[in-house]
Protein backbone atom coordinates (compact mmCIF):
# COMPACT_ATOMS: atom_id res chain seq x y z
CA UNK A 1 0.00 0.00 0.00
CA UNK A 2 0.89 3.95 -0.34
CA UNK A 3 3.68 5.07 2.70
CA UNK A 4 2.58 8.37 4.53
CA UNK A 5 4.89 9.29 6.90
CA UNK A 6 4.66 12.21 9.64
CA UNK A 7 7.41 13.41 12.09
CA UNK A 8 7.84 14.33 15.10
CA UNK A 9 6.03 10.75 16.16
CA UNK A 10 5.55 12.67 19.81
CA UNK A 11 6.24 15.77 20.63
CA UNK A 12 5.89 17.93 24.32
CA UNK A 13 6.42 21.41 24.48
CA UNK A 14 6.20 24.69 26.95
CA UNK A 15 2.60 26.77 26.35
CA UNK A 16 3.14 29.87 23.84
CA UNK A 17 5.78 27.97 21.45
CA UNK A 18 4.47 26.76 17.87
CA UNK A 19 5.43 23.27 17.01
CA UNK A 20 5.88 21.74 13.18
CA UNK A 21 4.70 18.55 12.40
CA UNK A 22 5.63 17.30 8.43
CA UNK A 23 3.71 15.07 6.55
CA UNK A 24 5.04 13.03 4.10
CA UNK A 25 4.04 10.70 0.65
CA UNK A 26 7.03 8.42 0.55
CA UNK A 27 6.17 6.44 -2.49
CA UNK A 28 3.05 8.47 -4.45
CA UNK A 29 2.55 12.17 -5.21
CA UNK A 30 -0.09 13.17 -3.23
CA UNK A 31 -1.98 16.23 -4.62
CA UNK A 32 -4.37 16.11 -1.47
CA UNK A 33 -3.59 15.84 1.88
CA UNK A 34 -5.69 15.80 4.74
CA UNK A 35 -5.02 17.23 8.63
CA UNK A 36 -7.19 15.36 11.12
CA UNK A 37 -7.29 15.78 14.95
CA UNK A 38 -8.59 13.21 17.56
CA UNK A 39 -9.40 13.35 21.17
CA UNK A 40 -9.27 9.93 22.98
CA UNK A 41 -11.90 7.29 22.24
CA UNK A 42 -13.16 10.20 19.77
CA UNK A 43 -13.49 9.83 16.27
CA UNK A 44 -11.36 11.86 13.49
CA UNK A 45 -12.02 15.53 13.35
CA UNK A 46 -11.32 16.74 10.13
CA UNK A 47 -9.18 20.45 10.19
CA UNK A 48 -8.18 21.60 6.89
CA UNK A 49 -7.70 19.62 3.36
CA UNK A 50 -4.55 21.21 1.82
CA UNK A 51 -3.62 21.20 -1.99
CA UNK A 52 -0.96 21.13 -3.58
CA UNK A 53 0.14 25.09 -4.13
CA UNK A 54 -2.80 26.00 -3.16
CA UNK A 55 -4.42 27.62 -0.06
CA UNK A 56 -6.05 25.05 2.84
CA UNK A 57 -9.47 25.04 3.13
CA UNK A 58 -10.00 24.49 7.12
CA UNK A 59 -13.00 23.19 8.27
CA UNK A 60 -15.24 25.30 10.11
CA UNK A 61 -14.23 26.13 13.75
CA UNK A 62 -11.11 25.52 12.90
CA UNK A 63 -9.13 28.67 13.53
CA UNK A 64 -6.60 29.05 10.21
CA UNK A 65 -3.89 31.63 12.12
CA UNK A 66 -3.24 28.99 14.72
CA UNK A 67 -3.03 26.13 13.06
CA UNK A 68 -0.85 27.33 9.77
CA UNK A 69 -0.93 24.42 6.85
CA UNK A 70 1.68 24.33 3.90
CA UNK A 71 1.32 21.90 1.23
CA UNK A 72 4.56 23.20 -0.90
CA UNK A 73 5.21 20.11 -3.07
CA UNK A 74 3.28 16.63 -4.28
CA UNK A 75 5.29 15.13 -1.66
CA UNK A 76 5.28 17.48 1.68
CA UNK A 77 2.88 19.14 3.66
CA UNK A 78 3.18 20.69 7.19
CA UNK A 79 1.06 21.42 9.83
CA UNK A 80 2.22 24.72 12.33
CA UNK A 81 0.61 25.08 15.85
CA UNK A 82 1.19 28.03 16.51
CA UNK A 83 1.04 29.56 20.24
CA UNK A 84 0.09 26.26 21.80
CA UNK A 85 -1.85 25.74 24.46
CA UNK A 86 -2.53 22.79 26.88
CA UNK A 87 -6.03 22.81 24.94
CA UNK A 88 -4.11 22.25 21.81
CA UNK A 89 -2.94 18.81 23.09
CA UNK A 90 -4.06 16.42 20.78
CA UNK A 91 -3.33 13.43 18.79
CA UNK A 92 -2.68 14.69 14.70
CA UNK A 93 -3.16 12.73 11.65
CA UNK A 94 -2.40 13.64 8.43
CA UNK A 95 -4.14 11.92 4.94
CA UNK A 96 -2.75 11.99 1.60
CA UNK A 97 -4.98 11.08 -1.18
CA UNK A 98 -3.86 8.81 -4.29
CA UNK A 99 -6.13 9.74 -7.01
CA UNK A 100 -4.88 6.33 -8.25
CA UNK A 101 -6.55 4.27 -5.84
CA UNK A 102 -9.09 7.33 -4.87
CA UNK A 103 -8.21 6.66 -1.40
CA UNK A 104 -6.76 8.04 1.72
CA UNK A 105 -3.66 6.80 3.30
CA UNK A 106 -3.08 7.68 7.21
CA UNK A 107 0.74 8.69 8.26
CA UNK A 108 1.40 7.27 11.85
CA UNK A 109 0.01 10.38 13.77
CA UNK A 110 2.06 12.75 15.75
CA UNK A 111 0.93 12.92 20.34
CA UNK A 112 1.24 16.79 21.02
CA UNK A 113 1.46 17.61 24.30
CA UNK A 114 1.43 21.24 25.28
CA UNK A 115 2.75 22.05 29.63
CA UNK B 1 -26.39 17.20 5.72
CA UNK B 2 -23.91 13.82 4.45
CA UNK B 3 -23.83 11.33 7.36
CA UNK B 4 -22.29 7.97 8.33
CA UNK B 5 -23.95 5.87 10.99
CA UNK B 6 -22.10 2.92 12.21
CA UNK B 7 -23.63 -0.11 14.62
CA UNK B 8 -22.66 -1.09 17.05
CA UNK B 9 -20.66 1.06 19.10
CA UNK B 10 -18.61 -1.19 21.20
CA UNK B 11 -18.87 -5.19 21.17
CA UNK B 12 -17.21 -7.56 22.99
CA UNK B 13 -16.33 -10.90 21.70
CA UNK B 14 -14.55 -13.93 22.38
CA UNK B 15 -11.72 -15.48 20.48
CA UNK B 16 -13.03 -17.63 17.63
CA UNK B 17 -16.17 -15.63 17.36
CA UNK B 18 -17.56 -14.58 13.97
CA UNK B 19 -18.58 -10.73 14.16
CA UNK B 20 -20.43 -8.12 11.50
CA UNK B 21 -19.85 -4.51 11.61
CA UNK B 22 -22.78 -2.58 10.13
CA UNK B 23 -22.35 0.96 8.23
CA UNK B 24 -24.99 3.07 6.92
CA UNK B 25 -24.81 6.25 4.95
CA UNK B 26 -26.33 9.62 3.41
CA UNK B 27 -24.25 10.98 1.26
CA UNK B 28 -25.08 13.66 -1.51
CA UNK B 29 -23.11 12.05 -4.98
CA UNK B 30 -21.96 8.76 -3.14
CA UNK B 31 -18.91 7.59 -5.01
CA UNK B 32 -16.96 4.97 -2.35
CA UNK B 33 -17.22 3.44 1.08
CA UNK B 34 -13.79 2.75 3.20
CA UNK B 35 -13.40 0.95 6.11
CA UNK B 36 -10.60 1.18 8.23
CA UNK B 37 -8.75 -0.31 11.37
CA UNK B 38 -7.67 1.84 14.35
CA UNK B 39 -5.59 0.22 17.08
CA UNK B 40 -3.44 2.45 18.64
CA UNK B 41 -1.93 4.92 16.27
CA UNK B 42 -3.80 6.16 12.67
CA UNK B 43 -6.15 4.27 10.81
CA UNK B 44 -4.57 1.59 8.52
CA UNK B 45 -7.03 0.98 5.36
CA UNK B 46 -9.27 -2.45 4.92
CA UNK B 47 -11.04 -2.04 2.01
CA UNK B 48 -12.44 0.06 -0.40
CA UNK B 49 -16.03 -0.26 -1.98
CA UNK B 50 -16.98 1.10 -5.39
CA UNK B 51 -19.49 -1.47 -6.69
CA UNK B 52 -22.71 -3.02 -5.01
CA UNK B 53 -22.63 -7.14 -4.20
CA UNK B 54 -19.08 -7.46 -5.01
CA UNK B 55 -17.28 -8.47 -2.15
CA UNK B 56 -13.85 -7.61 -1.03
CA UNK B 57 -11.89 -9.98 0.78
CA UNK B 58 -8.50 -10.06 3.13
CA UNK B 59 -7.88 -13.10 5.18
CA UNK B 60 -10.44 -13.43 7.79
CA UNK B 61 -11.92 -9.86 6.92
CA UNK B 62 -14.42 -8.78 4.42
CA UNK B 63 -16.56 -6.62 3.42
CA UNK B 64 -19.72 -5.58 0.87
CA UNK B 65 -21.29 -2.45 -0.20
CA UNK B 66 -25.21 -2.73 -0.72
CA UNK B 67 -26.11 0.31 -2.54
CA UNK B 68 -29.73 -0.02 -2.44
CA UNK B 69 -29.86 -0.26 0.96
CA UNK B 70 -26.61 2.84 1.26
CA UNK B 71 -25.09 0.43 3.42
CA UNK B 72 -22.70 -1.76 4.14
CA UNK B 73 -20.98 -4.64 6.55
CA UNK B 74 -17.59 -5.58 7.29
CA UNK B 75 -16.90 -9.27 8.70
CA UNK B 76 -14.51 -11.07 10.78
CA UNK B 77 -14.15 -14.72 11.05
CA UNK B 78 -12.69 -16.52 13.42
CA UNK B 79 -12.03 -13.87 15.55
CA UNK B 80 -8.35 -12.85 17.11
CA UNK B 81 -7.32 -10.68 20.52
CA UNK B 82 -5.24 -8.94 17.80
CA UNK B 83 -8.70 -7.39 15.75
CA UNK B 84 -9.28 -5.36 18.87
CA UNK B 85 -9.14 -2.22 17.64
CA UNK B 86 -11.54 0.55 16.36
CA UNK B 87 -13.02 0.21 12.85
CA UNK B 88 -14.26 3.24 11.31
CA UNK B 89 -16.50 3.36 8.10
CA UNK B 90 -16.38 6.34 6.02
CA UNK B 91 -18.06 7.75 2.73
CA UNK B 92 -16.63 9.35 -0.10
CA UNK B 93 -18.44 12.43 -1.87
CA UNK B 94 -17.51 12.66 -5.37
CA UNK B 95 -18.12 16.59 -5.49
CA UNK B 96 -16.89 17.07 -1.97
CA UNK B 97 -12.66 17.59 -2.58
CA UNK B 98 -12.42 14.09 -2.10
CA UNK B 99 -13.26 14.87 1.65
CA UNK B 100 -14.24 11.51 3.39
CA UNK B 101 -17.56 11.45 5.74
CA UNK B 102 -16.46 9.86 9.13
CA UNK B 103 -18.80 7.34 11.06
CA UNK B 104 -17.90 7.22 14.64
CA UNK B 105 -16.37 3.60 15.02
CA UNK B 106 -17.19 0.05 16.35
CA UNK B 107 -15.32 -0.22 19.15
CA UNK B 108 -14.57 -4.26 18.90
CA UNK B 109 -12.80 -5.89 21.79
CA UNK B 110 -11.95 -9.79 21.35
CA UNK B 111 -11.08 -11.44 25.05
CA UNK B 112 -9.47 -14.79 24.95
Known amino acids: GAVVSQHPSRVICKSGTSVKIECRSL??????MFWYRQFPKQSLMLMAT?????????EQGVEKDKFLINHASLTLSTLTVTSAHPEDSSFYIC???????????FGPGTRLLVL | EDKVVQSPLSLVVHEGDTVTLNCSYE??????LLWYKQEKKAPTFLFMLTSSGIEKKSGRLSSILDKKELSSILNITATQTGDSAIYLCAALNAGNNRKLIWGLGTSLAVNP
Open chain 1, 27 to 32: DFQATT
Open chain 1, 50 to 58: SNEGSKATY
Open chain 1, 95 to 105: SAWTSGRETQY
Open chain 2, 27 to 32: VTNFRS
